[in-house]
């Protein structure tokens, strides 16, 4: 069974300072089946990146995915008050078909 | 602007089945190209797949939890829906229906609806 692993678990930056986020998966991922989720408090996750490195619909540019294989990576390249909230990565493909992470809370410092 | 909604009970007794029924407005079930998915998130926790279906009906459930789940598709109402059955305290969580596009080249779920708390309580 596929495992991914969020880290870190919680990440304290201020306004305008860049966030990395990484997501580690126990066995390989194809890159075209790994994506990336916000949520806030109270809300349905929404979707930011596909495919790894490609962004949805509406996604600003400060956004980018990258990696493959086992390792995966979100950046925020200059954090906005509304960027602050939990990002999951998600990857389906490897048993038990579909996982998610279990998150990274991105939070003000 | 295809958007979902869930509705059912709010509170369901130990050992009962849970029924909650997804609505999908603004585009057709049937159109093709996406499977129609429910995902739940225990308070305070991360998020866990169910199962997905197909407008053909076709489907397919996490392991952990396909003895338990029936996931069906009504393309007349434009609803999908998910059962589950002999609920304990820990099912109770956020259930969110969601569509996924997939697999094709890319799978992902582009499209959630607001999610609706279902707690397990006598």
């Known amino acids: 069974e596929i495992v991914l692993t969020q880290s870190p678990g919680t990440l304290s930056l201020s306004p305008g300072e860049r966030a990395t986020l990484s997501c580690r998966a126990s066995q390989s991922v194809s890159s075209s089946y790994l994506a990336w989720y916000q949520q806030k408090p109270g809300q349905a996750p929404r979707l930011l990146i596909y495919g790894a490195s490609s962004r949805a619909t509406g996604i600003p540019d400060r956004f980018s995915g990258s990696g493959s294989g086992t390792d995966f990576t979100l950046t925020i390249s200059r954090l906005e008050p509304e960027d602050f909230a939990v990002y999951y990565c998600q990857q389906y493909g490897s048993s038990p078909l579909l996982t998610f992470g279990g998150g990274t809370k991105v939070e003000i410092k | 602007q295809v958007q979902l909604q869930e509705s059912g009970p709010g509170l369901v007794k130990p050992s009962q089945t849970l029924s909650l029924t997804c609505t999908v407005s603004g585009g057709s079930i049937s159109s093709g190209g996406y499977y129609w998915s429910w995902i739940r998130q225990h308070p305070g926790k991360g998020l866990e797949w169910i199962g997905y279906?197909?407008?053909?009906?076709?489907?397919y459930y996490n392991p952990s939890l396909k003895s338990r789940v029936t996931i069906s598709v009504d393309t007349s109402k434009n609803q999908f829906s998910l059962k589950l059955s002999s609920v304990t305290a820990a099912d109770t969580a956020v259930y969110y229906c969601?569509?996924?596009?997939?697999?094709?080249?890319?799978?992902?779920?582009?499209?959630w609806g607001r999610g609706t708390l279902v707690t397990v309580s006598s």
């Open positions: 279906i197909y407008y053909s009906g076709s489907t």
């Open positions: 969601a569509r996924a596009y997939g697999p094709g080249l890319y799978w992902y779920f582009d499209l």
